[in-house]
């Protein structure tokens, strides 16, 4: 149980242009998602929390209008990356916690790698 | 703020046991995670300590002591499917991770 799916797994586009990324919870219902950078050889930083049916709180640093991010249900959130420049290039992960998980515990998506060219 | 230390990397033998330390200051101290990252995957929950002590988990044991702000993740009877990154994370109210840098562990044969 707890599985969480992210969509695409990589991805590459184009310099200006805008690319969404999909974060589902398969088996469970996720009332708080989360979602992570990392760059190679690095950590995860974290974005943003993403609330079903609210707005998300981003972190410090990390830019609202670039970086948009809706939790629609409480199976999906989606990152939207807008106006890619290649310094967006990482490792996106999300993960989600919430209905019989362990409070403590979150589930990590397998990752969507953008290159932005 | 949070902020973790672990060591960048340590190297073992098959069969051998590894102890990977990790100090945090935090503002807020909730619990420390452990997670397993190999190179491309997603990080996969070892262990979590919300109180002092041991927490085993077969092959892996994680210690957390609070007044020393200090814990360590155990890996016994070293595998070489254990070579991967290992991170220590504190949660805060809200349940968000803050991340140490992470620990490489390459198992040789």
């Known amino acids: 149980g707890a599985v969480v799916s992210q969509h695409p797994s990589r991805v590459i586009c184009k310099s200006g242009t805008s690319v969404k990324i999909e974060c589902r919870s398969l088996?469970?219902?996720?009332?708080?998602m989360f979602w992570y950078r990392q760059f190679p050889k690095q950590s995860l930083m974290l974005m943003a929390t993403?609330?079903?049916?609210?707005?998300?709180?981003?972190e410090q640093g990390v830019e609202k209008d670039k970086f948009l991010i809706n939790h629609a249900s409480l199976t999906l959130s989606t990152l939207t990356v807008t106006s890619a420049h290649p310094e967006d290039s990482s490792f996106y992960i999300c993960?989600?916690?919430?209905?019989?998980?362990?409070?403590?515990?979150?589930?990590f998506g397998p990752g969507t790698r953008l290159t932005v060219t | 703020g949070q902020s973790l230390e672990q060591p960048s990397e340590v190297t073992a033998v098959e069969g051998a046991i590894v102890q990977i330390n990790c100090t945090y200051q935090t503002s807020g101290f909730y619990g420390l995670s452990w997670y397993q990252q190999h190179d491309g995957g997603a990080p996969t929950f070892l262990s979590y300590?919300?109180?002092?002590g041991l927490e085993e988990t077969g092959r892996f044991s994680s210690f957390l002591s609070r007044s020393d702000s200090y814990g360590y993740l155990l890996l016994q009877e070293l595998q070489m499917k254990d070579s991967a990154s290992y991170f220590c994370a504190v949660r805060d109210r809200d349940y968000k991770l803050s991340f140490g840098a992470g620990t490489t562990v390459t198992v040789r044969a």
């Open positions: 993960s989600a916690r919430g209905g019989a998980t362990p409070a403590y515990e979150q589930y």
């Open positions: 993403s609330n079903e049916g609210s707005k998300a709180t981003y």
């Open positions: 088996d469970f219902q996720a009332t708080t």
């Open positions: 300590n919300a109180l002092d």
